[in-house]
Nanobody, 129 residues
């Protein structure tokens, strides 16, 4: 059974940092692309970043470039999202998702929900001003 479990969310002041984790199981981690999405209240789910575990290709939406860093620990089957210089507009539920054969998409495009087959339950990030 495929499982993705997010953790690391919380309440933080603007300018602070968080590290989100996505622990994966039930599939061959090295073959998959893992992405982070976020959904703010009343808004659509937005692709934030992706990492392709076949060659460590990464990509980011423009609004988070320079502040968010995605990384993968293949030995632990875990993907991390380091979030620095947090802003109130980063407040959202953050989800990780997994999909296969997505190298082309991750290398050139911001993640899209339709590309990913497996989803975690989400972790809340709240940034106070």
């Amino acid at each position: 059974e495929v499982q993705l479990v997010e953790s690391g969310g919380g309440l933080v002041q603007a300018g602070g940092s968080l590290r989100l984790s996505c622990a994966a199981s039930g599939f061959t981690f090295d073959d998959y692309t893992i992405a982070w999405f976020r959904q703010a209240p009343g808004k659509e789910r937005e692709g934030v970043s992706c990492i392709d575990n076949t060659d460590s290709t990464t990509n980011y939406v423009d609004s988070v470039k320079g502040r968010f860093t995605i990384s993968s620990d293949n030995a632990k089957n875990t993907v991390y999202l380091q979030i620095d210089s947090l802003k109130p507009e980063d407040t959202a539920v953050y989800y990780c998702a997994a999909g296969v054969d997505l190298h082309y998409y991750c290398s050139g495009y911001v993640p899209d929900t339709v590309e990913y087959d497996h989803w975690g339950q989400g972790t809340q990030v709240t940034v106070s001003s």
